[in-house]
């Protein structure tokens, strides 16, 4: 199994730009997270989803930041316009649905605003 | 609300020594516990769980502890390797409606294996 995936590993971009940041769930899972971690605030959970439905969005820090689940087996997490303060490593983690397992997480995008 | 925190953030151990890594959690309504690694430039990994009902579990050089009345686990890791060198966050999850569980991680403890 290839375990989560995300693409890009890194992006650097300017202030203003959009962002789009991608991950592929582990197979036959169907819990999706999105976390952003900093040094300062740690790990973040920012939106889940099960069966491609969003459960739990309050951690979105505004409405700059969304995400989709197009379906089952993918996501995008999108950032428009960035910002410096957007910087940080994001993760997904996939889960299987429903049920409390853990989570696995992929190798993160670091996202640096200029 | 619910908070996970860590005791200590950064943990020196003698290479061949144990460690051993705490965590207090906030919310009684958790009854599940993780621990993940994370490495430089990696995602979290994860290493043990442990349920509610249970109070110590044992992996492969590492035991998990769970004492529920004083709100507390930690990590036991036996003859610290190199590779053990990690950040160490434990999770705790908790019914967030609908029949869904939400993880919530502590800042983390850095560990450091002195060679």
């Known amino acids: 199994d290839a375990g989560v995936i995300q693409s890009p590993r890194h992006e650097v971009t300017e202030m203003g730009q959009e962002v789009t940041l991608r991950c592929k769930l582990i197979s036959g899972h169907n819990s999706l997270f999105w976390y952003r971690q900093t040094m300062m605030r740690g790990l973040e959970l920012l939106i889940y989803?099960?069966?491609?439905?969003?459960?739990?969005d309050s951690g979105m820090p505004e409405d700059r930041f969304s995400a989709k689940m197009p379906n089952a087996s993918f996501s995008t997490l999108k950032i428009q316009p960035s910002e410096p303060r957007d910087s940080a490593v994001y993760f997904c983690?996939?889960?299987?649905?429903?049920?409390?397992?853990?989570?696995?997480f992929g190798p993160g995008t670091r996202l640096t605003v200029t | 609300g619910e908070s996970v925190g860590l005791h200590l953030p950064t943990l020196s151990v003698q290479e061949g020594d144990n460690s051993i890594i705490n965590c207090a959690y906030s919310n009684s309504a958790s009854d599940y516990f993780i621990w993940y690694k994370q490495e430089s430039g990696k995602g979290p990994q994860f290493i043990i769980d442990?349920?509610?009902?249970?109070d110590k579990r044992q992996g492969q050089r590492v035991t998990v502890l769970l004492n529920k009345t004083v709100k507390h686990l930690s990590l036991q890791i036996a003859a610290t390797q190199p590779g053990d060198s990690a950040v160490y966050f434990c999770?705790?999850?908790?019914?967030?409606?609908?029949?869904?569980?939400?993880?919530?991680f502590g800042k983390g403890t850095k560990l450091s294996v002195i060679p």
């Open positions: 989803f099960n069966n491609n439905v969003p459960i739990d």
């Open positions: 983690a996939s889960r299987r649905g429903g049920t409390n397992y853990e989570q696995y």
């Open positions: 442990i349920r509610s009902n249970m």
């Open positions: 999770a705790g999850s908790s019914p967030s409606g609908a029949g869904s569980y939400q993880l919530t």
